[in-house]
């Protein structure tokens, strides 16, 4: 049985705010192998949703951790997506392509609904080279609308 590390959600929180690109490399490799050892019920946390300076290297311990123990933190991944230029996106991309289609659709059809939704067709525009980097077709969506 796999050991997982059992840290209070406020220590979680520290350790994703030491990812920051900024702070030295020691403090965030440090952080980075704590937070690998999360358990699964914990990962959904190391996505912070405003420090775009720590993404990049969230989605490092995501793209480690792998799936299935890195489900619960899926849609904010998928949520990078969002923009292509943000840190971490391309490498959220790869982390669905590894996943396959049958697991990342779900993900990114939920992205689409929620950028046509707000109206978002920049967001619409970043989706559809998601899309296409995983070969994600209109027949691949559950409900066509939110491809077209």
Not at 97 to 126: F, M, N, P, Q, T
């Amino acid at each position: 049985m796999t050991e997982y590390l059992e840290i209070e959600d406020e220590e979680i929180i520290y350790h994703v705010y030491n990812l920051n690109w900024l702070l030295p490399e020691n403090i965030q490799q440090r952080s980075m192998e704590t937070l690998n050892q999360l358990s699964p019920d914990k990962v959904d946390l190391v996505i912070p949703k405003y420090n775009q300076n720590c993404w990049h290297n969230a989605v490092s311990v995501l793209k480690q951790i792998g799936y299935p123990r890195n489900k619960k933190a899926l849609p904010k991944l998928a949520r990078l997506l969002q923009d292509r230029n943000w840190p971490g996106s391309l490498e959220a991309i790869e982390i669905f392509r590894d996943l396959g289609k049958k697991i990342s659709v779900s993900y990114i059809e939920r992205e689409c609904e929620e950028a046509l939704k707000e109206k978002d067709y920049c967001w619409l525009e970043h989706l559809e080279y998601a899309s296409d980097s995983l070969n994600i077709g209109k027949e691949d969506f559950n409900k066509l609308a939110s491809f077209e």
